[in-house]
């Protein structure tokens, strides 16, 4: 039981820009909608709503679950709500889960055009079906989640008005390339990458370098797909020797945050924002604190409204940083 002052529902997402995606993975997807305590549709003000993208490796259902001993999203925020240390708002925790664990919520031939899907169809029958203010939208999320939410407001200028990258995919140098070789290793055990994928799903049990093998598949169905076939996939690496493919390394490179803001047409994007914040653990396994402080550094140079922070922790276990987040989103939306 969530035991929430709000409530929590459930929104069905038709899509059309899904419809025959090489994975065959649904078209129809639930986003979950907390509303909050004494939700009014017909009040005068509309709501603000904060959409949430979960990281890789969680679906909507995992964020929203309640578990003994700690708070999720939805309950930190109702928390919060109901102390009057956040202003009421709707949050969207949205659907963007694949076969392979994730779309790093970017269009892609492979997995289909999910910063689309989100963009035009998540937004839009949200506002149908709720008392929201389009004017105020924030949006952030967690690893991936929050490499989407970077990648959104950049490629997506004018959806969101503010955002918010907890421990968010960037500097692929540093954080990507040390699971290449783990990856090359577990994939040559298969005689494809769909045996393997079928093979990691059916585990009861999967160790870390199988999941960094799935995770760098998923990444290159997003970054460096062949085509619109289920696997046809590019792999930064050659799968035989190992050596870095540099070619197809530079196509996930052109995806990378950090490369992103050498670009000023990003900068333009992300000063449009009312607020950029980003931080990550000084522990994070992945090493995406360096990524955050570049990505901080650059956009500021560029006259990006940016808040950057460093804090003790790792990549999971930073669940109490949505506490930090959320009403400076709200505050920066009003």
Known sequence: MLN????????????????????????????????????????????????????YGNDVVSTVAARPWERNLIQRADQLIVAGEM?????????????????????????????????????TTVDRDFHTNPQA????????????????????????????????????????MPAFETTRRALTRFPSFSAFADDFVAREKRSGDLFEAMMTLAYAAAYSPRAAQA?????????????????VFARWLAFDPVEAMLNPAAGAALARLKLCFIDCGRQ???KLDVGARIFAQRAKAQGVRVI???????????????ERSMPLLLEALK
């Open 87 to 123: 202003p009421a708002a709707l949050i969207v925790v949205v659907d963007g889960w694949t076969s392979l664990g994730g779309s790093q919520y970017i269009d892609s031939l492979h997995n289909g055009p999910y910063a689309r899907y989100i963009t035009e169809e998540v937004v």
């Open 231 to 247: 696997y046809a996939i590019d792999l930064p690496f050659c799968l035989a020797t190992g050596e870095l493919d540099e070619a």
């Open 284 to 286: 994070d396994e992945w």
């Open 137 to 176: 939208r924030g949006l952030f999320g967690h690893s991936s989640g929050g490499f989407g939410a970077l990648h959104l407001a950049m490629q997506h200028p004018g959806v969101f008005g503010a955002i918010a990258a907890h421990s968010a995919d960037s500097y692929f140098r540093y954080s990507a």
């Open 4 to 55: 929430l002052a709000g409530q929590l529902t459930w929104l069905s997402v038709d899509s059309a820009l899904l419809v025959g995606n090489p994975l065959g993975d649904p078209v129809r997807r639930q986003q979950a909608v907390y509303l909050p305590p004494g939700y009014d549709a017909d009040r005068s003000q509309p709501y603000p709503v904060l959409y949430y993208l979960p990281g």
């Open 308 to 322: 950057h922070e460093e804090f003790e922790g790792k990549h999971s276990g930073v669940r109490h940083r949505l």
